[in-house]
């Protein structure tokens, strides 16, 4: 047997010669690998809603949240208005995504399936 591509060359049972009886691979692996296709009614569900990001939107809107989030547009206000600074808002912004991730982490896993 040698392969050459995707066409495999049998030795012939008959007279023993290489290539006398040929098999294309790519039909055979047609009949020997299924193929799934997706029904069209299956594609159109509806679209999926990522739990996390729905409960970020809820969580932002949250006094504790609103609170650090002034604070950091404050900063940002401070930050963009000069041409000449050091400073970043980093803190502000860790501080926030650690209230709104805090808030979040609460009710998430309850919404995995």
Same mark, same amino acid.
């Given at each position: 047997?040698?392969?050459?591509?995707?066409?495999?060359?049998?030795?012939?049972?008959?007279?023993?010669?290489?290539?006398?009886?040929?098999?294309?691979?790519?039909?055979?692996?047609?009949?020997?690998?299924?193929?799934?296709?997706?029904?069209?009614?299956?594609?159109?569900?509806?679209? +999926?809603?990522?739990?996390?990001?729905?409960?970020?939107?809820?969580?932002?809107?949250?006094?504790?949240?609103?609170?650090?989030?002034?604070?950091?547009?404050?900063?940002?206000?401070?930050?963009?208005?000069?041409?000449?600074?050091?400073?970043?808002?980093?803190?502000?912004?860790?501080?926030?995504?650690?209230?709104?991730?805090?808030?979040?982490?609460?009710?998430?896993?309850?919404? +995995?399936?």
């Amino acid at each position: 047997m040698v392969i050459c591509g995707s066409v495999l060359k049998v030795i012939c049972g008959d007279c023993g010669r290489v290539g006398c009886c040929i098999i294309d691979l790519g039909k055979m692996t047609e009949k020997l690998v299924p193929v799934v296709r997706a029904d069209e009614e299956e594609a159109e569900e509806e679209e +999926l809603v990522d739990p996390q990001q729905q409960l970020r939107e809820v969580c932002s809107q949250k006094p504790d949240a609103q609170n650090l989030w002034s604070k950091y547009q404050e900063c940002n206000n401070r930050v963009t208005s000069r041409s000449k600074t050091t400073e970043t808002c980093e803190e502000e912004l860790i501080d926030y995504i650690h209230v709104l991730d805090k808030c979040v982490n609460k009710d998430l896993f309850k919404r +995995l399936k």
